[in-house]
Nanobody
Framework: QVQLVESGGGLVQAGGSLKVSCAAS????????MGWFRQATGKEREFVAG????????YNWDSVKGRFTISRDNAKNTVSLQMNSLKPEDTAVYYC??????????????WGQGTQVTVSS
């Protein structure tokens, strides 16, 4: 069992930066690939970024490439998403997610409760 708790959301002006973090419980954190998804009001949840269990490989959705960076610290059981050059369209609830190695990003095993990120124009 893995519990995920996000933090760091808030309100920021367009062009600004924000970092959201996710703390995971359990001793098996390093066996999971970790990711961030987001869901804007009235829209479906979408994949934003992912990182493999070792941290060697990362994946970013096209709309955030060059602006968002995902990282993890297996010693601290945390995964973070640094968001730069934020746009109003980045406004959403951001969710931390964990999936087993080898599975696709459509098969998430654990979700966090979400943290709101609002970007004002």
């Amino acid at each position: 069992q893995v519990q995920l708790v996000e933090s760091g959301g808030g309100l920021v002006q367009a062009g600004g930066s924000l970092k959201v973090s996710c703390a995971a419980s359990g001793r098996t954190f390093s066996t999971y690939d970790m990711g961030w998804f987001r869901q804007a009001t009235g829209k479906e949840r979408e994949f934003v970024a992912g990182i493999t269990w070792s941290g060697r490989s990362t994946y970013n959705w096209d709309s955030v490439k060059g602006r968002f960076t995902i990282s993890r610290d297996n010693a601290k059981n945390t995964v973070s998403l640094q968001m730069n050059s934020l746009k109003p369209e980045d406004t959403a609830v951001y969710y931390c997610a964990a999936k087993l190695r080898g599975s696709t990003w459509s098969t998430i095993n654990y979700w966090g409760q979400g943290t709101q990120v609002t970007v004002s124009s």
